[in-house]
């Protein structure tokens, strides 16, 4: 089945400084969806892309759709301690029926030092 | 304000015992997912409805069941939790031919 491999698995950084994350696929994904979890909390929905090339930003967060159609990177810029957290990618399973749930990446564990 | 809802947020059983977990949405959205999420993992796909139309993964065990009486609820019912099965079960909703998946803020299993 479709895998995403997602790095780095943690990063250790100071506050103000930019942040970058990636996640690679095997096959093609239609679309690549961010989310951030935070301890105890369900996934938040960051970011969807759904063009390769695409380019779009929600605040300091950019994130880009690979033009193969089988990577996509998140960029945070000027990190500031609510950014802690779990990052994920995403990608849609599909059957005949529809959407059918979603592949996961492992999860980029985002930890600020003050 | 609060879109897609579960209860309880926490909840503790007894190995053996049934536990009944509770989504609610207020997204009309006519696919409801259940995830599994064990500590340090990524969420885990365990079953769907489109509307009325119950599918379930290969690998998850029977144990775990679904319901879904309404458009706006769907419960996952353990039906005998092992210790294996304590874990946070997030609820998500989509539209059927939409990629945007919307969670919970998940239940909080613990099994003694």
């Known amino acids: 089945g479709q895998q995403l491999n997602q790095s780095p698995q943690s990063m250790f950084i100071q506050e103000g400084e930019d942040v970058s994350m990636n996640c690679t696929s095997s096959s093609i994904f239609n679309t690549w969806l961010w989310y951030k979890q935070d301890p105890g909390e369900g996934p938040v929905l960051l970011i969807a892309?759904?063009?390769?090339?695409e380019l779009t930003s929600n605040g300091r967060l950019t994130a880009q759709f690979g033009i193969t159609r089988k990577d996509s990177f998140l960029n945070i810029s000027a990190s500031i301690p609510s950014d802690v957290g779990i990052y994920f990618c995403?990608?849609?399973?599909?059957?005949?029926?529809?959407?059918?749930?979603?592949?996961f990446g492992k999860g980029t564990h985002l930890i600020i030092q003050p | 304000d609060a879109m897609v809802i579960q209860n309880p947020r926490y909840q503790v059983t007894q190995f053996g015992k049934p536990v009944t977990l509770s989504c609610s949405q207020t997204?009309?959205?006519?696919?409801m997912y259940w995830y599994q999420q064990k500590s340090s993992q990524a969420p885990k796909l365990l079953f769907h409805y489109y509307d009325k139309d119950f599918n379930n993964e290969a690998d998850t065990p029977d144990n775990f069941q679904s319901r879904r009486p309404n458009t706006s609820f769907c419960f996952l019912d353990i039906r005998s939790p092992g210790l294996g099965d304590a874990a946070m079960y997030l609820c998500?909703?989509?539209?059927?031919?939409?990629?945007?998946?919307?969670f919970g803020p998940g239940t909080r299993l613990t099994v003694l």
């Open positions: 995403a990608g849609p399973r599909y059957s005949g029926g529809g959407a059918d749930g979603l592949t």
């Open positions: 892309l759904y063009k390769a090339g």
């Open positions: 998500a909703t989509g539209g059927r031919f939409t990629d945007t998946q919307y």
């Open positions: 997204l009309n959205h006519n696919v």
